[in-house]
């Protein structure tokens, strides 16, 4: 009994090597790896859909559709969420007539499980526009790869974010016609993904006037617990920073002399976990160690 516990947890784990071997490959851009070795996990543990979602995801990006929607549909047989209908990963697969059933499946548990959305094809809209926001940020992660390993901008950068720019225009064009449509969306009236499409939108347009023209609102769905606190202070920082002043949150960060990202300069940073804890987030350390992996070293005061 005792060596069959023995081989049974020794393929777990070559099992999870597996899957951690393929998000390390598809980090560095090497799909084809990645692939191969989500693939190698889905063949042992056909089970783990975290695997197969991300196997699904690496199909998507090298628009291999027919795979991609195969893995996807095995991936979220018992998924009740949108995550994946806002996942830009997947946008390759949007246009495609298969994803409108995706779409309505997912909508369908969703609400099976949550409650009925009042503003369900709102909610569709929201999240398409979350996967467009999203659009060449993959792209741009190997852009910022590239920079950080050799210290210097790919040529290829340029015109993704000038493509990336021209989305987000369009982006602003059909956000402000759904708000027009449907007023401000909020958690119980669309889901707390798709409320938060505006503020993925409008932190990510050219122009800190529309940043600033939409920052109460913003603020006040926060306060209201209908909208994320977490992009508010992303979008509050952001507005600050390119102000000249210090952010409040540590949620915008720049690269460093090593070639690292950094947080910006923070006003009275002893007391930045205070500031993040009354909208509810979590302390900077924790937040930064996982994002950017920044070790954050000032202690904190709470008076």
Not at 70 to 81: G, R, W
Not at 264 to 288: H, M, N, W
Request: aromatic fraction near 10%.
């Amino acid at each position: 009994m005792k060596k069959l516990l023995f081989i049974i947890v020794a393929l777990c784990s070559i099992d999870l090597v597996a899957q951690k071997k393929g998000d390390e490959y598809r980090r560095e851009g090497e799909l084809d790896k990645a692939i191969d070795a989500y693939k190698k996990e889905f063949r042992s543990s056909p089970e783990n859909s975290n695997n197969t979602y991300n196997l699904a995801c690496a199909y998507a990006l090298q628009y291999q559709k027919d795979s991609a929607f195969h893995y996807l549909e095995l991936a979220l047989k018992n998924d009740t969420t949108l995550w994946a209908l806002a996942d830009n990963d997947l946008l390759s697969l949007s246009e495609d007539k298969r994803w409108s059933l995706i779409e309505n499946r997912q909508l369908k548990k969703y609400q099976e499980q949550k409650g009925k959305l009042p503003k369900v094809t709102y909610a569709k809209e929201l999240l398409r526009l979350i996967m467009k926001d999203q659009a060449l940020d993959y792209q741009l992660d190997m852009a910022k790869l590239y920079f950080m390993k050799k210290a210097k901008v790919p040529h290829w950068y340029y015109p993704i974010a000038k493509m990336k720019e021209e989305i987000s225009k369009g982006n602003f064009i059909k956000m402000e016609k759904l708000l027009e449509e449907n007023g401000w969306p909020t958690y119980s009236t669309v889901g707390k993904i798709a409320a938060d499409a505006p503020l993925l939108v409008i932190n990510h347009h050219k122009e800190d006037e529309i940043r600033k023209k939409y920052l109460t609102r913003i603020k006040q769905a926060c306060e209201n617990k209908e909208g994320s606190c977490l992009e508010y202070a992303k979008i509050h920082d952001r507005i600050l920073v390119n102000d000249g002043k210090k952010q409040l949150y540590g949620m915008q960060f720049r690269y460093n002399e090593n070639r690292n990202l950094e947080p910006f300069p923070i006003a009275s940073p002893e007391y930045v976990d205070k500031r993040r804890k009354t909208i509810g987030l979590e302390p900077l350390k924790q937040y930064l160690k996982r994002k950017i992996n920044y070790n954050w070293k000032v202690e904190q005061k709470n008076k």
